[in-house]
T-cell receptor, first 114, second 114 residues
């Protein structure tokens, strides 16, 4: 089975940098994804790491260390609109058909203070 | 930008009744998914669908559930004999390709079982 651990809540100040960590245990590993979800909204894809290292997309970056079963999402120049829940997710065991469901962590609620 | 659309946005049903949740995936996408999110909890994978058949399903997706692609645009989730614990937000998602490709989520249907 798959399990992911991430902090339940993180608080940061507008304009600052925040890091949201995720550790995982999986029977097979096919990459770590990050999704953002505003209250009452749909999860929105942010980033994906299959290999070790840092992926940068604008103000958001995501890092993966496969040897440590660990990744993080880094948000820079925080804005009030970044207040949301952030979920790390792994693909379920490769089914062969390609339509692999995602196993999500419990999510980190990011609170941005002015 | 193309998006996944779900109807209805909110469905209220008596326990024991059947419900059908409807989704229109993004038109050129070939892989479809259903997830649910119980209030305050993480997003949970239910089922994936590709090439007119179920590709993968979780242990939540038991005989009470079924999916169908009745035509070239719709993708439905049917829940028979609903129970109180089926109350949740149900999200449909689609992806252009399988594997690590981003999954695009609809805004969800809030299902309330009375």
């Amino acid at each position: 089975g798959q399990s992911l651990e991430q902090p339940s809540e993180v608080t940061a100040v507008e304009g600052a940098i925040v890091q949201i960590n995720c550790t995982y245990q999986t029977s097979g590993f096919y990459g770590l994804s990050w999704y953002q979800q505003h209250d009452g909204g749909a999860p929105t894809f942010l980033s994906y790491n299959a290999l070790d290292g840092l992926e940068e997309t604008g103000r958001f970056s995501s890092f993966l260390s496969r040897s440590d079963s660990y990744g993080y999402l880094l948000l820079q120049e925080l804005q009030m609109k970044d207040s949301a829940s952030y979920f790390c997710a792994v693909r379920d065991a490769y089914s062969g058909g390609g339509a692999d469901g995602l196993t999500f962590g419990k999510g980190t609620h990011l609170i941005i203070q002015p | 930008e193309p998006e996944v659309t779900q109807t209805p946005s909110h469905q209220v049903t008596q326990m024991g009744q059947e419900v059908i949740l409807r989704c229109v995936p993004i038109s050129n996408h070939l892989y479809f998914y259903w997830y649910r999110q119980i209030l305050g909890q993480k997003v949970e994978f239910l089922v994936s669908f590709y090439n007119n058949e179920i590709s993968e399903k979780s242990e939540i997706f038991d005989d009470q559930f079924s999916v169908e692609r009745p035509d070239g645009s719709n993708f439905t989730l049917k829940i028979r004999s609903t129970k109180l614990e089926d109350s949740a937000m149900y999200f449909c998602a689609s992806s252009e390709e399988g594997g690590p490709q981003p999954q695009h989520f609809g805004d969800g249907t809030r299902l309330s079982i009375l």
